[in-house]
Structures are given as structure tokens and as C-alpha cells.
């Protein structure tokens, strides 16, 4: 069957092939059709985001095909969305083999360079009168022959350029470049979490591993003022619109918590040396009750076993004790530090994490690293923890960025 | 001063440097020296145990420098201990300025191709009466002179070879070679966890991740026969085997709990949809008890968000309150599947999970996703679950393997 010769017309990379396999395609048939529709919910809110029109989008199993103008932008934005694992910037042309070598041999003759080696790979669904190795030889064939003065070789185990040919039903996909997307899940298709976001390197990474796994995400920013400057609240803020990019279309609030009374009254209590701690253990205790507030399913933290003295895994147990509703989940837990400092590059919030601001003017000298809970209950003993969650929720703000 | 000028004697490499850095060296002086102090016994361990005999260890901030007849197995080993950063075979030689240039003729001579490009890098720690650079310069400029017939290139930005000069007060080390450790914390520099270890690719690289930040661990197996086969405890065992390859000097104890009486009552119980999120509930409660024993101070699993059924987020709060004195760390929980086998096949874990074993037999066709606590509890109600954690408790068996 031939949908159209459309030869005459000038050849135009005029479709996005989007791929999403992987983690979601082996899930079983019921949830894996939850998630590709949610995806492509997801998929469409980039798109009206960043004014990017499409013509036509066709969902099948595993993959969806956009039909735009601009192909480019669209294949770039759409690697920013959790669960596409790659995009690819093609040509479509029917499923018709004289089409389809028709097409490629006009790709290779735009996108390769002289004397340049190349392969052919098919990959092809549904019912055809030829093989893919048919249209890797015919295409490939047709490509030496239409382009010798090109002076291009067939080099199958490490071509400089790789032509992909998708062929679906009635339709076939010519591209040369795929982009990779991060993978993972479309966001929205776990439950809502409670982040801490501090502003620094590592709460950023924690918070976007996890909306990597479909959670949306509810940034919390624990103001110390004036046991910092305001250049801390400024950074948290930045790093939370860097981290919505990858939610588009989902909600952009941020919990800010004047925190810096609380820590007063920490700095008070003896010994000087649990400050972090009793601290912490606090900022655990509202990140509790804001989860509650927003029925969210779990609390994100940044930390690593042993990165900094509060993060001992004795200290990890001893803060664990303050919440009893809710997990505390820590994705960062096994990371070195440089490895979250790549990660933190590549979601851009590197840059902005390490923007000055002032450190904590009140943690000790000397911090517990193997703090015991006894010892921490007895200092917490004459404080009236509950009114502080009280007085903090009752103050919070709750900003949009 | 010179300590010897050596030149009589045929080159050699014969000492191996070993670097630390990153992030223990940006630990507190205290706590850095501690950690250097471990990484020292767990590296003389690692040599022990493969027998090889090493003639001087020189400890020094930042670098331990040791002198061994067997260069590239002592470097090569040495990468499997937490907390190196890198290793180089090297050619000790004093901090003579003619010595190290005349030395590092003749590593050029011996390890550079014909035609290359090379640069000379410098790392100078000490007081001596030339800069870094007037080393490089002057290496450079005598490799290029003494080699002329090899037809050498100095490239300073992208060179094929790098020859590299650390020189300590009196010492100096000239090297080609770098090998990559993994990082990370000396192991024991942490508290003790638990580590449910199923046999699968999972919970292997959790165990290890939270090896490499420090902690030393203790495996935990549940044998669910007759729900699975004998193929299971196998794989575990021999996951364990390679996992302890990282803990020379360590206990290498697993704990076997036989599981499988616990989980036919599950399936007993009603909904069967919950048999998964009721027999990791008792996983965690017998972990917990295990915890206590052996004075761990928390559970380590294998869970990602959304991996598997019993696995989101919703489900993972309602597991976590099954346990209440000891945290639940899950590190990780935001990889994606393809991210941990990654890191499988470099702990040479995979081939081993990938074995074939049953699956579990007892698992519904359609297990909760959003399980309810209300619901878990009501049908944990009418069973003996105390009774259930004390028998599986008695009957734990522990192997050394």
C-alpha cells in the first residue's frame, strides 16, 4: 500500500520520534497504559508551555510520534520530561519501501559528510512484505550507488553516522541523531513528597532524583535568618525553578518556614554540641506536619551517609526517631559527593547552589557525630517541641515561583 | 640533597601512590585522621590477604606511598578498598631534580608508542629549590632530546600519554598509569547495618553502595522455600561472596532466616493482594530484632521508587511503619533499573543475579499499589506476629562463607 509518493515535495525533517521504553514498558499492560497516558499528558504540557505547535501526535505502544514544524525544539524539550529515555528528529514517509529508500538516501545526502562511514538499522512493527534487513541492504544499496561521489563507506560495527529507519504499521521514520532523556517515570504517576530544599548542591539532586521516579514535589525552605543572610532564601527559590522545568504544568509552590527562632532557642540548650541535631529533628517534625497538610506520602532530604557531621548513619537513626508518620527517604544516601555534583551539573542547579551565601552562624564547633537518643530526648525534654511546630506551621508561607 | 642517585641500578617500578583525596580530605583534621588511620589498616589488610609483600609503607597527608616488588597487582588490588580515589604504579626516586628528570627518561623511553604526544604533569608537596613547572619543563625538554629517533610530540592539552611527577620532601614518584578507585568512606568509618540481600541485582548494589560511604554490613537472607527453589539462597550466598571481596579483614557472616512458614500464612490471609506487603513487613521486623542482636544501627533495602508493585511510594510508607527503632535506607530509590545494573555489571554482581531462580511463587497476580495502612493492619490483627518474629528469630541460622 502507498499512502503517498510525496517525492516531488522537498524533503523536510518534519516529525519527533519520542521512545519510552525501558523501566515502563515492562510494567504489566494496565499500569504501563496508565503510565504512557500520563506521559503524554505530560509530553503535551511541555509543548503548550513552550508555544511549540504540533500538527499530529500518534501514541502507540512504546513510543510517541509528533508531527511539528519544529522539530528540534520539540525533540530538545522533551528529553526535560520524566519517562522519555530518547528523542530523535525525523522524516516521515509512508511504510512503502521505494518511500522509505526514497527518504533515506535525501537524509544521508543532507546529513553526512564526505568520505564519511555509515550504517543502516531498522527497526520495524507490524505487518510488511519486507524484512528490516530488507531495508537496511535497499536503503544502504541505494545510498552508495545515488551518492558515490560522496566517497562513503558501509562500516556496520562503528559507523561515523548510523541512519535509523522506525517503521510502525503504515508509516516509517528516517533520522540520524537521537537525544537522550533522563528516564525514569512521568511525573504525577507516584504521590507527592515533602522536600527539603536547602538551596545547596545536594538537596537539589535528592529532590529531582525522586521526581525522576514520577513523585511531585512539594520543596520546603527552612529560613534561618538571621543565622544566615538572605542570599540563602534567594538561592532555595532559584533552585526550585530550575527543578519546576522538569514539571511543567504541575504545581510551582514552595513552603518557606521562619526557622531562625527555633534555632535560637536550640542554640540555648546544652550541650552546644547536639545544636545540628535538635535543629534538624525540628525541621523533620514540621516537614511532618506540612505532609500531613498536603497528603503528601513521604519526606526527601539530601543527605549522604557520613558527607557532613549531622549525617553519621548513628546521627541519620537519632533524627529518624523524630518523625513517626512519615518515611524519611534520603536518595542521596550511597552518593559521593563528586557523583552529586555531576548530577547537580547536568539538572543545572549546579551554578546556582554554589552561589555565595552565608553558612550557619550557629552550628557548634565541635557537632555530635554518634549523638545518642537519650541524650537528645533529655535536651528536648524542657522545650515545648509541639507549640514550636505550631507556631512555625502557623507562619509559614507559601510562595509561587 | 641526594639521597642516592640510583642510576647504576636498572629502572624499576616499584612503588605504588595511593590517592585519598576528595572527600576525606575536606573532613575536620580529628575526623580525617581517624578516617586515614582505617584506610591504612583496611589497605594492609587487602595486601595480607592476597600475600603481597610490601617493603615500606610511607603515610603521609593526603597519600600513602608503598614499596612493593609487585607494582600493578598492589595497585590494582588497592582500588577495591572504600575511601582510594586512585592508584598509580610508580618509580620512587629521590627529589633530586637530575634524578627525577633522569628517571623520568627513562619511564618515557619504556612506556611511550613511537610518534605520540605526551605532556609532563607535577604535584609537588614539600620545600625544594625548583617550582613544579620547572620540572615539567625541564622532563619535557630532556625526554624530547634524549628520545629524539621516537619521534616525540609534546601536547599540553590532549596528550596520549601523561607522565606524572608527585614529589613529597625527599621523594619523588614518576608514573604513567592511574587506576580508579571508587571513593567514598574507609569501611568501619561508619556504623553496622543490616542489608536484606535478596540474590537480585538490587540489593546487592544497595549493600555495596552503603559499603563504599563506610558502613560495614551484615547480609540478611529470607529463604521462602518451598516458594522458590534451592537456586535462590545460592545466588545470595555467592552475591555476598562478591560483596565481601570489598571487606578484606571483615566478618563475613550471613544471616539466613527461613521465611517460608511466615509467608504461607500470609497467603492465608485476606485480601490476597496484600501477601507482598505483609511478608516484607515481617522481613522488616525480623531485620529490626537482627538489628538490635548485633548492635546495628539500620536496615538497608534494595527498593526504587516504583520499581515493582510493593515498591511505590504509598506502599513504601506503609512498610516503614513496621519498624519503629530503626531507620529503613533505601539508597536507591532514585535510580533508575538501567542505572543499577550499570553498577552491578562494575561490582561484578550482575552475572550472579542474573542466574536463574524461581521466582516467588506466592506472589498475587494482582498485588496493591496503594496499599492502605488501615487495611494491612486489620489483616495483620489476627496474627501472631510477635510469635511469628521470635520463632524465625530462633531458627535463624548464620554461615560465615
Chains 1, 2 share one sequence.
Request: glycine share 6%.
Amino acid at each position: 500500500m502507498k499512502l503517498s509518493t510525496g517525492w516531488s515535495n522537498q524533503m523536510k525533517f518534519d516529525s519527533v520520534v519520542v521512545r519510552f521504553g525501558g523501566e515502563m514498558g515492562i510494567k504489566g499492560e494496565w499500569t504501563r497504559r496508565t503510565y504512557e497516558k500520563l506521559l503524554l499528558e505530560n509530553m503535551k504540557k511541555v509543548l503548550e508551555h513552550h508555544n511549540i505547535p504540533r500538527i499530529k501526535i500518534i501514541h502507540k505502544r512504546g513510543r510517541i510520534y509528533i508531527k511539528t514544524e519544529n522539530v528540534q525544539e520539540t525533540a530538545s524539550k522533551l528529553t526535560l520530561v520524566f519517562g522519555v529515555s530518547s528523542a530523535s528528529p525525523a522524516v516521515e514517509t509512508t511504510s512503502d519501501m521505494n518511500d522509505i529508500v526514497h527518504r533515506a538516501v535525501e537524509v544521508a545526502d543532507i546529513k553526512f559528510k564526505n568520505g564519511c562511514s555509515f550504517a543502516v538499522r531498522c527497526h520495524r512493527v507490524g505487518k510488511h512484505p519486507y524484512s528490516s534487513m530488507d531495508i537496511c541492504r535497499e536503503a544502504g544499496n541505494k545510498i552508495l550507488v545515488d551518492l558515490k561521489s560522496r566517497d562513503l563507506k558501509v562500516n556496520l560495527t562503528n559507523p561515523m553516522f548510523t541512519l535509523g529507519v522506525e517503521i510502525r504499521d503504515d508509516y516509517a521514520y528516517i533520522f540520524i541523531e537521537t537525544l537522550r532523556g533522563v528516564g525514569g517515570f512521568p511525573l504525577g504517576s507516584q504521590a507527592k513528597v515533602i522536600c527539603l530544599l536547602s538551596g545547596g548542591i545536594d538537596s537539589a539532586v535528592a529532590c529531582w532524583l525522586v521526581m525522576k521516579r514520577g513523585c511531585s514535589v512539594i520543596p520546603l525552605f527552612f529560613d534561618i535568618a538571621p543565622f544566615t543572610d538572605e542570599a540563602a532564601i534567594a538561592k532555595a527559590l532559584d533552585v526550585a525553578r530550575e527543578l519546576f522545568k522538569w514539571s511543567v504544568g504541575f504545581p510551582r509552590r514552595v513552603y518557606i518556614v521562619q526557622h531562625g527562632r527555633n534555632l535560637e532557642t536550640f542554640v540555648g540548650v546544652n550541650p552546644r554540641k547536639l545544636t545540628c541535631i535538635l535543629c534538624k529533628r525540628m525541621m523533620y517534625r514540621i516537614a511532618e506536619r506540612i505532609a500531613e497538610i498536603e497528603k503528601a506520602e513521604g519526606i526527601i532530604t539530601g543527605e549522604a551517609i557520613g558527607e557532613q557531621a549531622s549525617q553519621t548513619l548513628i546521627n541519620l537513626r537519632v533524627l529518624n526517631e523524630a518523625v513517626t508518620n512519615y518515611p524519611v527517604h534520603r536518595p542521596l544516601l550511597g552518593f559521593n559527593k563528586l557523583e552529586t555534583e555531576k548530577l547537580a551539573k547536568k539538572i543545572s542547579t549546579f551554578e546556582i547552589s554554589i552561589r555565595k551565601a552565608k553558612g550557619c552562624s550557629a552550628a557548634p564547633g565541635k557537632p555530635a557525630t554518634k549523638a545518642r537518643l537519650e541524650n537528645v530526648k533529655k535536651a528536648e525534654q524542657e522545650l515545648d517541641l509541639e507549640g514550636m511546630v505550631e507556631e512555625s506551621i502557623a507562619e509559614a508561607k507559601i510562595v509561587t515561583v
